[in-house]
């Protein structure tokens, strides 16, 4: 065997041993996960939700006709009066203005996972980024960065979207980005630091210092692997807040986007609907349940990860 | 002249039940301390040491459980008791020195406020006297009274084991254990506590179980030593004697891993491997993969008790035959 | 502690110029200057335009403007409200800011209090149906939508039951003829609850020295007495019944704001619980022999307070930022809702008056925590 075969040799077993570590692991973690239950709770409503958003685009496409079924310019022209109550052709009845609320909710589902998706890989890029880099460095590079977390903690949140959205117009992406900006560089930076802090001691980074490694690859190759499983608990986090806060401000009018599931309860309050609970269930209950059981089965995914990753809450 | 005897501990066995199966930590221990002596109990980490200690006090985890055995304390025997029984037993009877190294004092209340409340638990209508005691407290282990007020930050490491010896006599308790009461500390500050503790354990008449992995520890402290392995004690004996002619290959080993002042140099050996898993021992005896004099008894059979007088061992080939 | 807390209120005021400027040039990204929004108001005479031209000074340049802003900001000079014309923005705040502040200090205090002593049990006794179904439920109030559950809860108690008015500050009818105005009454609402606190405060530190039952028995007695004559006073100044009109609107958006927040309390009890139960100091206690409710109470739990504390107020901080929701749904008017009406009519100067004024209490209770947290732990105190 040539050198150079050797050499190529090395690395790829150097992976393969790592994917059979991760692998293994990942195993053992699922164990540990299913046995919280809770989890699975969370991932089975993820599940139904996630089945609802992909099968949209399927029912506009074959059954659907768009001119009725439209979420945001359908017209149910086959009901007497609007809302309608449900019936066979509109399962769950339709809104004030004659669209159907069934296709509402299920297009709104897709939006959400996007919103909560984009928001979580923004918020877990900066802060992981945010986390390795004040932790290896140290000195002022992490003094600077922790007075910045300060400020982006001590933010009223909702408050800032507020007024953002009354100064700009925030749709789906730009809430994604300053959600993601708030707490990737803010809470979620800081916890990441502190576990970073405990990584950058172990031996292993100085043996990879001694053996020349540049800073940017010892962060990549050996900080930034040691805090994905955090970086994906908070990942959970964020999906849920930025869900909330979405339903939250196009409940209040204030978010510029087409169809949501906030935006459903508004058009229900402006038409005057909002307290006729029993009478007008449709128009209330199938998008408020929506937006809690979304969020709290992302929350609950997260408080299971938390028992997984955070051995100090491990049962013995 | 041979005094009373204060704990009895008889074919004690605790074990932990763990996902991965049974930890057989503390496996048919039997011992006996008299009133004054001392006792100590000598063995690598991870053998079931602690888990003796705890298992006395019965401060056990939630997935411990106490199968077999008795501990016989004053005559009384401690397995059976309940929570609250046991809960009045404790420290007034049986008291505990903690490692120093630990954050044994709560950091959030006055020292003397922590030593005031186990007198109050116990003898509710003390009132002022309990600052008193506290007083005579720090005074018996040379603690300056003006720290009585202080939180245990402000205590240096050696102050804080003084406080921790103070707070384990409060009650005047019958026996005291002392689990690696100085592994933390520099070797100074260690021999004076030992001492200390020693002249207090005299002059009191009470009795002292050390725990330890340091030999020399045990040797400068204890009138009797047991030897643990995997959960079970290999050899016990008078501290002079086991030293001077051990019987168990262990024993041996473990001495030999430390360097003495006093006796004939040799050179320091390491023992070869590391102590069991206590999950699956070893069969036969569990020290049979490490020792040196192994043979085909000591791989199969559970080995045999010698004895030399208050002095035995169970081994296959013991050493001296 | 002097240093520690002195290093806090710099970095503290630090981050107020950070935020102050930020709101500065977020208002001047905007195309046209402030008076521009005035003068589409057909309210606004323009000698009032150009006084507030000068007042905001934006003909000057944009550092000097810069300047201004932040002066007006210490000064509480935001300007003339575009909605309530003519009240000055500081008029309106000062009105609305304490109804804020009364309902969440009560409601986190409230919802504090269920949190810390749930958490509690739920991690002593890990495991059992109690932790499952306080979790549960927990977890859901707090992932709850919230506008749905504050709809639900008036829809409830307010709308079907009739128990409760069902939403905003006061009733018009029974004020109508009122010898009194609101404000006033609520002032007084507020000095009462102060006095009341002060004294009930006054009798835990006297009975902290004391023996349990004793101690436990004094500050009833003192308790109820203290209540006792509170009701009397009110009564004897004939404006109980305007209180009590103004206690009957709290009720619900109080509720309502305790059961979805008192499990974030719950939760990070039971982990701070969780975690200080492996620190040796409780092997300890338990040694001792101290009874187990005392191990939990004064070793386990006043050590798992403190990262509860420091969460507190934050979430004092934060509940003022999210009551912007709870404030809308029950018309509470307060600072929150001020925000978004603002926002939605473009009542510029008071929405950029309210945010900053959120901002500011926000950092105000960070401050708090700060100095909450130095006395709760003695390595920190000195």
Request: hydrophobic fraction near 50%; charged fraction near 15%.
């Amino acid at each position: 065997m040539s050198a150079a075969d050797a050499k190529a040799k090395v690395p790829s077993s150097i992976w393969r041993a790592r994917l059979r570590l991760a692998s293994r692991s990942l195993s053992e973690n699922w164990g540990l996960f299913v046995r919280t239950r809770i989890g699975l709770i969370g991932l089975a409503i993820i599940g139904l939700y996630a089945l609802l958003a992909v099968a949209h685009p399927i029912l506009m496409n074959t059954v659907w006709e768009p001119r009725i079924y439209d979420p945001v310019v359908g017209y149910a022209f086959d009901a007497t009066q609007q809302p309608a109550p449900p019936s066979v052709k509109h399962p769950l009845g339709t809104d004030p203005l004659g669209r159907d609320i069934l296709s509402q909710l299920m297009f709104s589902a897709r939006s959400e996972f996007l919103l909560g998706l984009l928001a979580a890989t923004v918020t877990v890029v900066i802060g992981t980024a945010v986390g390795a880099v004040a932790a290896y460095f140290g000195g002022w590079v992490d003094t600077l960065l922790m007075r910045l977390a300060d400020i982006m903690i001590m933010m009223p949140a909702i408050s800032v979207l507020i007024v953002l959205s009354a100064l700009i117009g925030v749709e789906h992406l730009e809430l994604a980005l300053i959600i993601g900006i708030l707490s990737g560089f803010g809470a979620t930076g800081v916890v990441l630091k502190s576990q970073a802090l405990s990584v950058v001691v172990k031996p292993y980074i100085d043996a990879a210092k001694s053996a020349g490694g540049g800073h940017f690859h010892i962060i990549l190759v050996h900080v930034v692997p040691n805090l994905l499983p955090l970086s994906f608990l908070y990942m959970m986090f964020t999906v849920t807040s930025a869900i909330f806060s979405e339903a939250v401000l196009s409940f209040l009018g204030l978010l510029d986007v087409r169809m949501s599931w906030g935006l459903m309860i508004h058009t229900t309050e402006s038409a005057g609907y909002l307290l006729q609970v029993t009478e007008f269930w449709w128009l209330i209950f199938p998008a408020s349940l929506s937006i809690t059981l979304l969020c709290s089965a992302f929350y609950l995914v997260g408080r299971s990860l938390d028992e997984v990753v955070n051995p100090r809450l491990r049962s013995r | 002249m041979t005094k009373d005897p204060v704990l009895v501990v008889d074919d004690l066995k605790m074990h932990y039940v763990t996902q991965a199966g049974l930890v057989r930590a503390v496996d048919g221990v039997s011992f006996l301390v008299r009133r004054g002596q001392s006792l100590g109990i000598v063995g690598e980490s991870g053998c079931g040491k602690s888990s003796i200690a705890m298992t006395l006090l019965k401060l056990l985890p939630d997935n411990a459980r106490l199968v077999s055995g008795s501990i016989s304390l004053n005559g009384v025997d401690l397995v059976p008791l309940s929570e609250d029984e046991m809960r009045s037993h404790r420290w007034t009877r049986i008291s505990m020195v903690f490692q120093a190294a630990m954050n044994s004092l709560d950091p959030v209340y006055r020292v003397g406020d922590q030593i005031v409340e186990a007198l109050e638990a116990h003898y509710p209508s003390a009132g002022h006297d309990s600052m008193e005691r506290v007083r005579e407290l720090f005074d018996l282990v040379r603690l300056d009274p003006s720290y009585i007020l202080r939180y245990p930050h402000e205590y240096s490491g050696g102050m804080r084991q003084r406080a921790i010896i103070a707070m384990a006599l409060a009650c005047e308790p019958d026996i005291i254990i002392a689990d690696e009461p100085t592994t933390a500390l520099d070797v100074i500050v260690q021999d004076h506590i030992l001492r200390e503790m020693q002249t207090i354990q005299r002059s009191l008449d009470m009795s002292m179980i050390y725990i330890s992995h340091d030999m020399a520890v045990i040797a400068e402290v204890c009138d009797v030593v047991g030897v643990m392995y995997a959960g079970k004690l290999v050899e016990f004996g008078p501290t002079a004697e086991v030293y001077a002619r051990p019987i168990h290959p262990y024993t041996r080993a473990l001495m030999s891993a430390f360097p003495s002042v006093r006796g004939e140099k040799h050179d320091l050996a390491t023992l070869p491997g590391e102590p069991p898993n206590l999950l699956d021992p070893p069969s036969g005896c569990a020290f049979h993969p490490r020792c040196a004099y192994a043979t085909d008894d000591c791989r199969t059979a559970v080995p045999p008790i010698v004895e030399r007088g208050d002095h035995w061992a169970v081994c296959w080939n013991p050493y001296g035959e | 502690m002097a240093k520690y807390l002195l290093k806090r209120s710099a970095q503290i005021l630090a981050t107020l110029f950070v935020f102050l400027s930020l709101v500065f040039f977020i208002v001047n990204a905007q195309p046209g200057d402030v008076s521009n929004f005035y003068a589409l108001n057909p309210d606004v005479p323009p000698e009032t335009r150009e006084r507030l031209q000068d007042l905001f000074g934006v003909n000057e340049p944009l550092w000097k403007q810069y300047i201004v802003h932040i002066r007006n900001t210490f000064t509480g000079n935001f300007g003339i409200s575009f909605s309530h014309y003519p009240r000055s923005v500081a008029d309106v705040i000062m009105e609305r800011l304490p109804r804020t502040v009364v309902l969440f200090m009560t409601a986190t205090a409230l919802s504090f209090y269920l949190g810390f002593a749930l958490g509690k049990v739920v991690a002593w006794r890990r495991g059992g149906w109690f932790e499952y179904t306080s979790t549960v439920s927990g977890v859901t109030l707090y992932t709850v939508f919230t506008p749905w559950f504050g709809l639900m809860m008036i829809w409830l108690f307010a709308f079907k039951a009739g128990w409760l008015p069902i939403g905003k500050f006061l009733d018009p009818v029974l004020w109508r003829d009122a010898p009194v105005d609101a404000n006033s009454v609520f002032t007084r609402m507020i000095l009462t609850a102060f006095v009341v606190s002060i004294v009930v405060f006054g009798v835990f530190v006297v009975t902290a020295q004391r023996r349990m039952g004793r101690a436990r028995l004094m500050r009833i007695v003192s308790i109820a007495l203290a209540s006792l004559v509170v009701v009397a006073v009110w009564i004897a100044s004939g404006t109980a019944v305007f209180a009590w009109d103004i206690l009957r609107h709290m009720v619900l958006p109080v509720v309502t704001l305790t059961l979805i927040s008192f499990a974030g309390t719950m939760l990070l009890t039971r982990n701070s619980m969780l975690e200080t139960m492996r620190e040796d100091f409780v092997m300890a206690a338990r040694a001792k022999g101290l009874p187990e409710r005392d191990v939990r109470d004064k070793h386990v739990a006043r050590n798992a307070l403190l990262p509860v504390v420091t969460s507190f107020i934050f979430s004092l901080a934060f509940a003022v930022d999210g009551g912007v929701i709870t404030e809308s749904i029950f018309s509470w008017p307060g600072m929150g809702q001020t925000l978004v009406s603002a926002t939605l009519t473009e009542d510029l100067p008071l929405a950029v008056g309210a945010f900053v004024f959120v901002g500011v209490f926000v950092l105000i209770a960070h401050l708090v925590a700060d100095i909450l947290y130095a006395y709760l732990d003695p390595r920190i105190r000195y």
